[in-house]
């Protein structure tokens, strides 16, 4: 069984039109999954409390956003593939 509804994988930064249709479709049972410069959401207004947001610690660390205390959960590479496992369906953004 699946952890996951969709994994939702977002590369967009704040004001991309396809990072605001990647949240206007965020629903109960999704995981967000911010990496390259998605991760410039942690230092943002907007990002959804309906689901689980997770953030790719390296892509947090070269923007210098490692002070940012949100609910996220900062994973590795190696977890990457860990959650689109637990996913029944992967979008990238």
Same mark, same amino acid.
Do not use: W
């Given at each position: 069984?699946?952890?996951?509804?969709?994994?939702?994988?977002?590369?967009?930064?704040?004001?991309?039109?396809?990072?605001?249709?990647?949240?206007?479709?965020?629903?109960?049972? /999704?995981?967000l999954l911010l990496i390259e410069n998605g991760v410039l959401w942690l230092s943002a207004e907007g990002l959804p409390s309906v689901c689980r947001v997770f953030a790719l610690s390296a892509d947090v660390a070269a923007r210098g956003?490692?002070?940012?205390?949100?609910?996220?959960?900062?994973?590795?590479?190696? /977890?990457?593939?860990?959650l689109s496992l637990q996913a029944r369906k992967v979008i990238s953004w």
């Open positions: 069984m699946s952890s996951f509804d969709t994994l939702h994988i977002l590369n967009k930064s704040p004001g991309h039109p396809r990072a605001a249709q990647c949240l206007a479709l965020l629903s109960e049972g /999704d995981a956003l490692g002070n940012t205390a949100g609910n996220e959960t900062r994973v590795a590479f190696s /977890d990457m593939v860990a």
